[in-house]
């Protein structure tokens, strides 16, 4: 019984010198959340531009709205001023001096657009992000600032798979989620 006793002991006091031996890694910061957050969005939209059959860019689901290529501009170019804003530059100056014709050139722009708003978050940084930005009606931190884009992004993403289904497509994220989905089932 005393041996038991010794053991429980041990443990006891063993136990929590051995775990605060243990470093936990840190936590992530609201910089490097939001910045995956955007990052996330960010390739969703590029997987989707570059997946989407380039014969079909011009496709409108009725008259009235922007094809499939001219959604992505117009992501890119919010994008752009996103980041105009973050910079504390006047918003509205084209990312582009022509309109982007082609795929390529549409995807291009894209990319560019999501690595302009990934280096204002890195050199914002927590303490940059906290600060605030005047809008012509009113004051948002940047944090305020990058969730709206996150936000613009990710409902951009979810009107361009009406786009694909439209299409009778399969957006790249859910074939990708189809596939690990697979690959989990016993065989």
Do not use: C
């Not at 009725?62 to 992501?75: A, D, K, M």
């Not at 100056?93 to 014709?101: I, Q, R, V, W």
């Amino acid at each position: 019984m005393r041996r038991i006793f010794f053991l429980a002991l041990v443990f006891a006091l063993v136990g929590p010198l051995a775990a605060a031996g243990q470093q936990a890694a840190p936590a992530a910061s609201a910089a490097d959340d939001l910045l995956a957050a955007w990052n996330r969005e960010a390739k969703k939209l590029t997987d989707m531009a570059e997946d989407f059959p380039e014969d079909k860019y011009n496709f409108k689901p009725t008259p009235e709205v922007r094809s499939f290529g001219e959604q992505l501009t117009h992501v890119a170019e919010a994008n752009h001023r996103f980041a105009q804003i973050a910079k504390g530059e006047r918003p509205g100056m084209a990312a582009h001096s022509e309109e982007p014709k082609s795929k390529a050139e549409i995807v291009a722009l894209l990319k560019k657009s999501f690595e302009e708003g990934a280096a204002a978050i890195q050199a914002a940084g927590d303490a940059g992000l906290a600060k605030p930005l005047q809008l012509p009606t009113r004051v948002i931190t940047g944090y305020g600032l990058w969730t709206a884009a996150v936000i613009n992004a990710a409902e951009h993403y979810g009107n361009l798979v009406v786009y694909y289904r439209l299409n009778g497509l399969v957006p790249p994220t859910t074939r990708a989620a189809q596939e690990r989905q697979r690959q989990q089932q016993p065989r």
